[in-house]
C-alpha cells in the first residue's frame, strides 16, 4: 500500500513569490493533517481536514496560507506571498480515523530567499 | 512554557548501552503519549504509544506519569540502528482537536 506522498520534494522561491504544496494522503484516509517545521523549531500543526471540511485550522500562522481539499482526496497547501520565515520543512501526515495513527509524508522542504 | 519539553541532548553512546529520554507536558488535558522517530531529513514514524501502566517493546520501554506529567524512554542495548532523534509527543483528543503536539526532539547518536 502506498504511503503519504507529497511534492515536490524541495522548492526554492523567492520572498514574494507563490508557492503550492500537495499532499496525496494515504487511499481511503478521510483525516489529513499539515504540519511545518522551521529550523531550530519543534514540528508545528497548521491545520487538520476530515474529508474535504477544515476541522481545525488553529495553527495556520496568517492569512498568506491557504489549504485546501476539493473533493476529499488530495490537499493543497498555498503560501502567497512567500516570507523569508515561511522556510522550512512542511509535512503532511494522514489517519483512517482522528483517533488512529497519523501516517507522515516525507515533507517538502520549502526555502525562501 | 513550551507545551513538550525534552531533554535538548543530544546523546551520544557505545553500542550496547542503556539511554534514557525525559519529557514533560504542560497540559493536563492531554490523552495520548507516543514517541516517534525521525531519522536525518526523513519524516517521523511512530516508534510506540505509551499507556499509564508502562509498556515494552523489545528494548524499548516507555512510562507515563499523569501525576506529574512526565513521559519517559529506554532504549536497552543500543544499536547503531537506533541514531536519530526521538521526539515526544502529546494529543488531546476530543470536539474538533486531534493534532499532535511535538517535542523540539533529542538526537541520539550510538557509536561502534
Known amino acids: 500500500e502506498a504511503g503519504v506522498t507529497q511534492f515536490p520534494s524541495h522548492s526554492v522561491i523567492e520572498k514574494g513569490q507563490t508557492v503550492t504544496l500537495r499532499c496525496d494522503p494515504i487511499?481511503?484516509?478521510?483525516?489529513l493533517y499539515w504540519y511545518r517545521r522551521v529550523m531550530g523549531k519543534e514540528i508545528k500543526f497548521l491545520l487538520h481536514f476530515v474529508k474535504e471540511s477544515k476541522q481545525d485550522e488553529s495553527g495556520m500562522p496568517n492569512n498568506r496560507f491557504l489549504a485546501e481539499r476539493t473533493g476529499g482526496t488530495y490537499s493543497t497547501l498555498k503560501v502567497q506571498p512567500a516570507e523569508l520565515e515561511d522556510s522550512g520543512v512542511y509535512f503532511c501526515a494522514s489517519s483512517q480515523d482522528p483517533y488512529y495513527e497519523q501516517f507522515f509524508g516525507p515533507g517538502t522542504r520549502l526555502t525562501v530567499l | 512554557r513550551k507545551e513538550v519539553e525534552q531533554d535538548p541532548g543530544p546523546f551520544n553512546v557505545p553500542e550496547g548501552a542503556t539511554v534514557a529520554f525525559n519529557c514533560t507536558y504542560s497540559n493536563s488535558a492531554s490523552q495520548s503519549f507516543f514517541w516517534y522517530r525521525q531519522d536525518c531529513r526523513k519524516e517521523p514514524k511512530l516508534l510506540m504509544s505509551v499507556y499509564s501502566s508502562g509498556n515494552e517493546d523489545g528494548r524499548f520501554t516507555a512510562q507515563l506519569n499523569r501525576a506529574s506529567q512526565y513521559i519517559s524512554l529506554l532504549i536497552r542495548d543500543s544499536k547503531l540502528s537506533d541514531s536519530a532523534t526521538y521526539l515526544c509527543v502529546v494529543k488531546r483528543s476530543g470536539g474538533s482537536n486531534y493534532k499532535l503536539t511535538f517535542g523540539k526532539g533529542t538526537l541520539l547518536t550510538v557509536n561502534p
Open positions: 487511499s481511503g484516509h478521510d483525516n
